[in-house]
């Protein structure tokens, strides 16, 4: 047991089962910082009344207190760390990562903006040489000025374009994630498409994802979800049959409302309320929220099952602009009223 913390005795053996698993991972990955926040944190929940430690899986705990974390901070960004690796190391599924994260962050009232937890890296030499671009994320996030924002990032991925070098953004293309750079790179492409799109700059946003898909074959940051909406907005729709086509066998809220907006886009309404009809039945909540009968999710979403408000809600966020003139809104009232 870490001497260093004071718990029940009854959960002496429990918690030893979680603190090797997150000592483990911090040692190979992070720092002295990270452990000093992970081992605090996992006090405090073993000291809390409703004895939350001793029910469920060890391993899952160890997940769930390292990405809590890990959320306060924007670890996986600033790192170049993978949700994938992190359930890899821990023999979880990614899914189980999020809701344990929530539930403690949730039970805690821990969000963002806790200083509780926040990991002073000043003195950390993990990451000195990006701490340039990483400053520059950081403020990007944190300014409320979208536009602003929007200028930070542009800042950022130039500098981390220019530190990769063109030789490795050809060497590796299609797979530049392999290094942590290349990794936050993609990162902050991303999040700079959203902030794009946010802005009414449309075909940024779309030129940008089509970038990314160029970059990274494997869409480890699942760009494809909304480059479809992307493609639509921009009436490119060739590029929009080939997304369609490409992931035609994912059984995606995506690209079945993709779907929806493709054929209703190109005057072929028949296809679209055949294809509304698909879409209703892989997740109702999508219109429930289009039409304002149930507020979408408000907050983080990191994780969502099919057929939830979240899927739902993420869903909207992407493709909000194509739904709102008033021509689409009655087609939505008359197919929904044929479907029925």
């Not at 483990?24 to 929940?45: G, H, R």
């Not at 469920?56 to 690796?85: C, P, Q, Y």
């Not at 403020?139 to 981390?160: N, Y």
């Not at 530049?176 to 999040?191: K, N, Q, R």
Request: hydrophobic share 35%.
């Amino acid at each position: 047991m870490d001497k260093s913390i004071n718990i029940p005795t009854e959960l002496n053996s429990r918690v030893d089962e979680i603190l090797v698993k997150v000592n483990d991972f911090s040692n190979k990955v992070l720092n002295d910082k990270y452990t000093e926040k992970f081992l605090k944190l996992t006090e405090v929940l073993a000291n809390a009344e409703e004895n939350k430690l001793a029910r469920g899986k060890s391993n899952t705990w160890a997940a769930g207190i390292v990405h809590t974390i890990f959320f306060v901070n924007d670890t996986l960004n600033k790192k170049g760390i993978r949700m994938d690796e992190l359930a890899d190391f821990f023999e979880v599924s990614e899914g189980t990562i999020g809701t344990k994260s929530r539930e403690i962050r949730k039970f805690l009232n821990i969000d963002k903006t806790s200083k509780t937890w926040k990991v002073n890296e000043e003195s950390s030499s993990c990451c000195d040489s990006g701490d340039n671009f990483v400053a520059l994320f950081d403020k990007a996030l944190e300014l409320d000025d979208v536009e602003k924002g929007a200028v930070e990032l542009r800042k950022c991925a130039d500098i981390i374009k220019n530190d990769l070098g063109e030789e490795y953004l050809e060497k590796y293309k299609g797979q530049i994630g392999v290094s942590a750079e290349g990794d936050f790179y993609l990162t902050v492409l991303s999040t700079l498409s959203n902030y794009e799109f946010a802005l009414g700059n449309y075909e940024t946003s779309f030129n940008i994802e089509k970038n990314l898909l160029e970059l990274d074959e494997y869409d480890s940051r699942n760009v494809r979800h909304s480059i479809i909406f992307r493609a639509i907005i921009n009436k490119d729709y060739e590029y929009a049959a080939y997304i369609l086509d490409k992931y035609k066998d994912e059984d995606s809220i995506f690209f079945k409302y993709g779907n929806v907006l493709y054929n209703y886009y190109r005057n072929d309404r028949k296809s679209a309320r055949k294809a509304l009809k698909k879409a209703l039945k892989h997740n109702r909540y999508f219109i429930d929220c289009l039409v304002g009968n149930v507020a979408t999710y408000q907050g983080e979403i990191s994780s969502y099952k099919k057929g939830s408000l979240e899927e739902a809600s993420l869903c909207i966020e992407y493709s909000l602009p194509l739904w709102t003139n008033e021509k689409i809104g009655n087609w939505v009232i008359k197919a929904l009223n044929k479907i029925k």
